[in-house]
């Protein structure tokens, strides 16, 4: 797997880089995903080991244990994403960011401060989409592992999907 970020593959802002579409139209989720056969008739599954970044003993047995073909998540309310996200990349491993978004028993479930809501208005929750998004370079996309109540509201999901879809996640 290239080392990330690319060339041209992110859009630096004041609070760090942004990954992005490049100008020849190469996107991220392309670029940065595990090469495989397009040839190969077999049927493919994919295996996504979640909730990544915050144990440091559970993560260094994912990325150093798990076959080079399983992508992992990592959690980007860890301090130290990027440096997981570069380590997975380097053995290999496809990477995708787990952003945190606002389950249905919110608060009594609180995925943490940078929570993407129901009741905060689009802009706030795009600059948490960014500030999430900034933790690192070499992702393919994102997931949630709490969002049920967020994924369920399309006015606030469809700017989170449209700005995902702009730079080319």
Known sequence: MP????????????EGSLPRIAENGR???????????NADPRPRIAIVITDLG??????????????????????????VTGAWLGRARQVGHETILAVPMEPFDYP????????????????????RLYSA?????????????SGSRFTTEPTKMLPVLQALKDRGL
């Open 3 to 14: 080392a990330a970020p690319l060339a041209g593959m992110t859009e630096d802002t004041a």
């Open 27 to 37: 996107q991220p989720w392309q670029v940065y995903a595990r090469p495989f056969n």
């Open 54 to 79: 915050l144990s440091r003993v559970a993560t260094e047995a994912a990325i150093s244990r798990m076959h080079s073909n399983v992508t992992l998540a990592f959690d980007t309310q860890s301090p």
């Open 108 to 127: 009594h479930s609180d995925p943490g401060p940078k929570t993407l809501l129901t009741n905060l208005p689009n802009a706030d929750n795009l600059q």
């Open 133 to 145: 998004l900034r933790q690192g370079a070499g992702y393919i996309g994102v997931t949630t592992m």
